[in-house]
């Protein structure tokens, strides 16, 4: 007798072609709000600026350069400061703020302590606070006979006083703490939620399988967690990257000062479009220019901080 | 009938008088205004307006008050993007930034010239609202500045009110050696990123950052080289009290930490806060500098009121401009009284206000003093770039003062900047 | 060994303590400033003063507070329950339901993340205008509807959902949106409380773009108050503390309701 085929592959190959569909229809479903909304507002827009870019202006007057704008960059002593600037926070003060977030939720996720809410509310309170108060204050407190040369030299920790914003080294470093104070907190609050995830079970299982708490952070929170620190990574990169509150804020006379921190130490890439646009005589070219640099560099960064996670991008 | 055409022309005649007075007399619509600083402009504004309702109450005033680089940031982004909408009627722009607003966004303003009576204002002022022969502007507060100080930490280092009159910077940093050394109090603060006092010394030598071309005029430019050595005199001579940010310099006069301030005169209302120094102050005219182009006359800051060219009320919100900082005497007395604002409308400048002694500073007419050295000070065209110049400077400034790089190699490598970025 | 634990607890109560301590004294500080007067606070005065009352008449004579405050609530309540539906829709789809082109879509779409917005303000301006939506809270809330940092947050919390049980529910019957909401949002609820107080904080304290849409005194929200009132020649301190506290209470009241999600317990529901 002759053998008919199989009818299972034919239907095989027909469950595969619906599954697909089923994926498909529900995916693009599920994602189409959030495109349509894109598509509207953010379309138009960079396409707009990227075409920008191209142009060199002065307000209204316009001239076609193509590239000339990203060649200028390159002997652009100002730019090159406020990239020097972006990437001295974003190698220095990013990871410190990162892991100390990692450290206080952890702490914080151990049921053994006490008082967790008080500290968790107390610790997100910076991420709150508003950005004038806190430099207001910041400013004060390090100013040259603020708090902190005062409590400093009372306990002979130094003897001069030091000059924190007067001086374009000091002045970087008072940012980098004010930032970590601002959002040490709210990092936190991202891998408390991430913590949640991970089952008690798993920390019972190796405590009994006699893992100290060094192990347990190595081994089971902190490649459950990857997915939440590669978000906070990103993001942090990101908002590093686009600084702009904090120099502007903590600058003496803000945006409308001669320099951004003494000798121009604190202007950070989105300080310098700011005043391209809005201080200077306006050249809206150019500053897009700076932006997609901006652009750029974050996404070698972030691209760089996916595939480190080993996530297929 | 001939002997009535006389009659009859001069009844039309007057009837047209008549109708158009009655015409004028009632202006409707609204305006919108955009300023900065609820303390300062916005009060002043509020008086114009609530003087102009009562003359006009169809008339509808909005003051919008906002932080002045929102000013700025919006008034660039509306122009910029070309809308019709989103633009108010009168705007105060700070008088470095007019020809750059000017300039840059060419018929976005609305041309004065016929408008208003412009010999009434200070010279400086209407200068640099020209654009082609063609005036843009209502001139409002000026920055002529002043040096202000401590009489009685003066006198009891030995020196009186006349030691302190058209001094000389040499002369003030020896006196401030004098101060510190029998007194313990410093001279002056200092903010050493801050580029005011630059500002004032250029502008005492008749000079700005650009030459007549508006190229960069930095290296050959003999003021500026006096500014910048007088910068390191200053700091060198121990005399300065180093201040970081408006808060603390503020705080070093108040807490009268420091026996002088050179500024404009705007800061008046800074220096009267603090009310346990009445009686203490006085004022001197700006110190000049070593050049025979200097004089001891300067502004720093001052703004302005614009109308914007596409208003839609745009005869109502020059008719109010002209009724109240183009005409109103009274207003400024009141102005100055309140908000210590001095403006550039010479008329207004012999009244009542203007001419009283003031007991905070022991009697004397200070607000006379600042009429008077308004009227000197040298006009200079700020020119576009202003804020790109500052910054160029006061980059190169902490190097220049710390002593890491000479005087030449300062000025080359601001006046490289600067030229790289004005750069078209 | 107890001494070593009761060791390493003390030094873990000092921690937290000295992080709390710097955390919240800028906080301390500033209720503080409230009482008080502008030139007492520049001179450095951390005591408590008697000018509170009169901080607030100023404030609220000044300027129509509540109206203000309320433009700011429904502003940012709307953007929060817009963003929090779409943009999980968004990491859901993407994660769940993950395609050769729907991941390159992602690409792109994370990669607008990175545009700084100053880039985008002028076409973006022109855009509203072109809507007539211009001086509208709409204009500023449906600009905002997606947050590409939330759809990245979602689909990062989503991959640690137990795939099983949604396979589960599908062989049980129940539609995808079903699943979506009735199994996998309530069991999210950590991630959605994140979620929610971050997009909260992010609309409350938005700056620029506020400014730039809205025009008259009415439609400002608190933001753009406190930055009028900072930005004087001599700013009235006492009074801009006043306005800070006023406009960070909502906040706090937010994470303090939320931060509960954040307590263990959630996960009994997920071990089926």
Sequence with gaps: MAEKLPPLTLSSLDKKRRKVSFNNRYGWFFISFCLILLALF??????????????????????????????RLLHDTVFLQALKNTLLFFIIQMPIMLFLALMIATLLNNKAIKFRGVFRTGIFLPAVTSLVTYATLFKMMFSLEGFVNRFLMTTHLISDPIPWLVDPFWARITVMIALTWRW????????????????????????????????????????????????????????????????TSFASGGVTAATIGPGNSLLTMSVYIYNLCFKYMPNFGYAATVAYVIVILVAILAFVQFKLAGDRR | ?????????????????????????????????????????????????????????KVEIEIVDMAKADVEQKLNTVLASGAREGLPDIVLIEDYNAQKYLQAYPGAFADLTKKINYKDFAEYKTELMTLKRKIYGVPFDSGV???????????????????????????????????????????????????????????????????????????????????????????????????????????????????????GCWIIGSIKAEASQAGLWAVAPTPRLNLKTSVNYSNLGGSSWYITAKSRNRQVAEDFLNATFAADRDLYQKILVEQGAIGSYLPSQNGPAYTEADPFFDGQKVYADFAAWMREIPPVNYGLFTYEADSAMMTVMPDYLAGKINLETALKRAEDQLKNQIAF | MKGKLYLLRVLQYAFLLSCFILAVFPFFWMVVGATNTAVDIIKGKISFGNELIPNLNRLFSDYDVTGIFWNSC????????????????????????????????????????????????????RLIVSFNLLDNHAGLILTSLVSVFLVFFFRQS??????????????????????????????????????????????????????IVLQSNEQKTMQLLISTLSSAYFPEYGVIMTAIIISTLPMICIF?????????????????
């Design chain 3, 158 to 211: 989503f991959k640690s959902f137990p795939k099983e049980i949604i396979q589960a529910a599908r062989v049980d019957g129940a539609g995808e949106f079903r699943i979506f909401c009735s199994i996998v949002v309530p069991a999210m609820k950590a991630t959605y409380a994140a979620a929610a107080i971050y997009a909260f904080m992010t609309s409350w304290n938005s700056y620029m773009w506020p400014l």
């Design chain 3, 256 to 272: 303090f309701s939320l931060q509960k999600h954040f307590i263990h317990g959630i996960t009994g529901s997920l071990k089926q």
């Design chain 1, 42 to 71: 953010m379309l138009y827009p960079i396409i707009s600026s990227l075409i920008m870019s191209t142009f060199s202006s002065r307000g209204m007057i316009s001239r076609y350069v193509g590239l000339g704008n990203y060649k």
């Design chain 1, 184 to 247: 040490t907190g709210y990092n936190m609050v991202f891998y408390l939620s991430g913590l949640q995830n991970i089952p008690d079970e798993l920390y019972e299982a190796a405590k009994i399988d006699g893992a100290n708490a060094l192990q347990q952070l190595g081994r089971i929170t902190v490649p459950l967690l990857k997915p939440i620190i590669l978000f906070t990574a990103v993001t942090s990169t990101i908002g590093t990257l686009q600084l702009f509150d904090e120099p």
């Design chain 2, 145 to 263: 500045s002043a040096l202000f100080y401590r009489k009685d930490i003066l006198a009891e280092a030995g020196f009186k009110p006349s030691d302190l009159n058209n001094i000389t910077w040499d002369r003030f940093i020896e006196i401030g050696k004098i101060v510190k050394e029998k007194t313990g109090v410093a001279m002056v603060g200092f903010d050493t990123a801050d580029g005011g006092t630059m500002r004032i010394m250029m502008q005492s030598a008749g000079q700005w950052y650009f030459d007549a071309k508006g190229d960069p005029h930095i290296v050959k430019n003999d003021a500026i080289r006096e500014a910048f050595l007088t910068y390191k005199k200053l700091v060198d001579s121990g005399i300065t009290k180093t201040t970081s940010g408006w808060n603390e310099w503020v705080a070093a006069f108040n807490k009268g930490e420091t026996a002088t301030v050179l500024t």
């Design chain 2, 1 to 57: 009938m001939r002997r009535w055409l006389p009659l009859f022309l001069v009844l039309l005649l007057l009837l047209t008088i008549l109708g158009t007075t009655v015409f004028a007399a009632e202006k409707s619509g609204k305006i919108t205004i955009w300023a900065w600083d609820p303390n300062f402009n916005i009060p002043v504004m509020a008086e114009a307006k609530a003087r102009y309702q009562k003359v006009h109450p």
């Design chain 3, 74 to 125: 429904k502003i940012s309540l709307l953007t929060v329950l817009g963003q929090l539906l779409f943009s999980s829709m968004a990491g859901y789809g993407f994660e769940l339901f993950s395609s050769k082109t729907r991941e390159r879509i992602y690409g792109v779409v994370l990669l607008t993340m990175m545009v700084p917005f100053a880039a985008l303000m002028i076409p973006l301006f």
